[in-house]
């Protein structure tokens, strides 16, 4: 892609823009090693080694970003202010007693990387460009608020438990935008079986998954296809990045690593557990930081609930869109649906409700309803039941339409798949530019992609929806760039996909055909 200015920018600049944009807005790894030995006492993994001077390679010199701060005084000493925390380490654990130096100190288990974070901002803030700090975080005083601290760390070797009213309260921080971040120190079982329960608990209609080599956590800053990780003989190995993420919308909301990365941040290099190697895993560490950066306003939107306000009434001739429930994410963009309809409404002669469906493939009603449409990031499969019904659905006159939300590779493989299953005889195939679709009602010829898109994907100014045509009708419709992030019309930063303008003129035209065929 290109910048204003026509100067080409690297794919590392490009993620590092993404973050600056919205700052100045506001497992098969473990199959060769066991995950660490079980012990319920303290576990210290030791002070931090002496810092090393940093260095940077000309690859990595970037303008500092934009920082919300506030300029002194004359009058007043010239102490700067404190940088803004971004990251929350979680005070955590029964307090214990440990021998240091013959005189018994007290200690929790959330202390044992005491500087992890603070070693890891230091690093990220010299590579980045930026200045953010972290802070201690009590349970009993924290405000629950994004908006005062975007991201809370929890880290530790030893089996906990939350109160209910803790659970409660880091539900609704996550659903208004913070982030967790989450790490088993020394790859420890009591602390990853803990932590499997607790969020479960919390989090009971969102699992946990392990993030796919195609999400952005891996390429924010460093693109990451691998992994080298340590075991507790020393040895190495190489595996797919380990980390698991429970997602809100189009962003992860908790972010887990059942493999030690804090003491890789904290600089630390014991023969103990299962880790990854420093270098990476502070690699990993500055790709979590930039995220953060990038998704804290997309948080902020997530968090508000759009309104069908015709919701409750009989729906009679009016179109009205119904959404697939299947087993992967099927609501990425919870305010898509809501957006396109207002704009279809505005924009067009087209009657149609203020109402969202949410119909499974096996509902009584659902072939009912002139439209379908699916979105998701993840794998997904039908059963046969249920590609049969498909298929009597779409050879009955309905249509589908489906986006894989944020061009996800996942979600694109199982639904070519899917739909493969379902109409065997017939293959998805590109429209050509005089399709009637591009002419239902708006007079599309050209689109803008994402800058993403054009990055990775290249200069393109054509739509590429593909189709099956049944009986010279036109019943599926699929994009492999995202149209659902446009309706939302808020910036996905880590979205292939088309421009809001372009996603919502596309999806305006798909009304009217589906309503006119």
């Known amino acids: 892609m290109t910048n204003p200015a026509g100067e080409y920018v690297s794919r590392r600049r490009f993620f590092q823009h993404v973050a600056l944009g919205y700052v100045a807005a506001n497992a098969n790894f473990l199959a060769n090693s066991a995950m660490g030995e079980e012990r319920s006492g303290p576990v210290d993994c030791g002070p931090p080694p002496p810092p090393k001077r940093q260095s940077r390679s000309g690859g990595e010199s970037f303008p500092p970003l934009p920082l919300p701060a506030t300029p002194l005084r004359r009058t007043e000493n010239k102490r700067p202010p404190a940088p803004p925390a971004l990251i929350g380490k979680t005070a955590m654990g029964p307090v214990k007693f440990i021998t240091q130096e013959g005189k018994q100190v007290q200690y929790r288990d959330w202390m044992t990387d005491p500087a992890d974070m603070t070693s890891l901002l230091s690093w990220t803030n010299e590579k980045l460009g930026i200045q953010y700090r972290s802070m201690e975080v009590d349970f009993t005083h924290f405000s629950y608020d994004p908006r005062e601290l975007p991201a809370l760390l929890f880290s530790g070797h030893?089996?906990?438990?939350?109160?209910?009213?803790?659970?409660?309260?880091?539900?609704?921080?996550?659903?208004?935008?913070?982030?967790?971040?989450?790490?088993?120190?020394?790859?420890?079982?009591?602390?990853?079986?803990?932590?499997?329960?607790?969020f479960q608990a919390i989090f009971s209609q969102r699992p946990l998954r392990k993030l796919t080599p195609d999400d952005p956590v891996y390429s924010s800053y460093y693109k990451l296809d691998s992994l080298q990780y340590q075991k507790e003989d020393g040895s190495r190995y190489g595996d797919q990045p380990c980390v698991e993420g429970i997602s809100v919308g189009c962003r992860l909301g908790v972010i887990y690593s059942p493999v030690d990365l804090t003491c890789g941040w904290d600089g630390h290099d014991h023969p103990r557990g299962l880790r990854v190697v420093v270098d990476q895993a502070r690699q990993v560490g500055a790709n979590y930081v930039t995220y953060l950066l990038a998704n804290y306003q997309l948080g902020r939107f997530l968090s508000s609930t759009k309104v069908y306000y015709e919701a409750g009434e009989p729906s009679r001739d009016d179109f009205v869109m119904a959404q697939l429930v299947h087993e992967g994410d099927w609501d990425p963009d919870p305010s898509a649906i809501h957006n396109l309809l207002r704009f279809a409404k505005e924009s067009s002669t087209l009657e149609v409700k203020f109402k969202r469906m949410d119909v499974r493939v096996k509902d009584p009603q659902a072939a009912s309803y002139p439209l379908w449409y699916m979105t998701g990031h993840h794998e997904f499969a039908w059963s046969e039941e249920e590609a049969t019904l498909i298929r009597r659905y779409l050879t009955a006159g309905g249509m589908l339409v489906a986006d894989a939300c944020c061009g996800r590779k996942t979600?694109?493989?199982?639904?070519?798949?899917?739909?493969?299953?379902?109409l065997p005889d017939n293959k998805l195939e590109e429209l050509p530019?005089?399709?009637?679709?591009?002419?239902?009602?708006?007079?599309?010829?050209?689109?803008?992609?994402?800058?993403?898109?054009?990055?990775?994907?290249?200069?393109?100014?054509?739509?590429?929806?593909?189709?099956?045509?049944?009986?010279?009708?036109?019943?599926?419709?699929?994009?492999?760039?995202?149209?659902?992030?446009?309706?939302?019309?808020?910036?996905?930063?880590?979205?292939?996909?088309?421009?809001?303008?372009?996603?919502?003129?596309?999806?305006?035209?798909?009304?009217?055909?589906?309503?006119?065929?």
């Open 158 to 198: 030893n089996e906990f438990t939350l109160d209910p009213e803790v659970r409660a309260k880091l539900a609704r921080y996550v659903l208004d935008g913070g982030t967790i971040l989450a790490d088993a120190c020394c790859g420890w079982k009591d602390f990853d079986a803990a932590f499997r329960r607790e």
């Open 411 to 422: 979600f694109d493989k199982a639904f070519r798949r899917e739909i493969a299953k379902v």
């Open 433 to 517: 530019a005089d399709h009637p679709l591009y002419s239902a009602h708006h007079e599309i010829k050209q689109v803008d992609y994402t800058p993403r898109t054009r990055e990775d994907f290249g200069a393109n100014n054509r739509p590429t929806l593909e189709g099956i045509s049944l009986d010279g009708r036109l019943a599926v419709v699929y994009s492999r760039f995202d149209l659902g992030d446009g309706w939302e019309q808020f910036t996905h930063p880590y979205s292939y996909g088309y421009q809001q303008d372009d996603a919502l003129k596309i999806g305006t035209n798909l009304l009217v055909y589906a309503v006119t065929h």
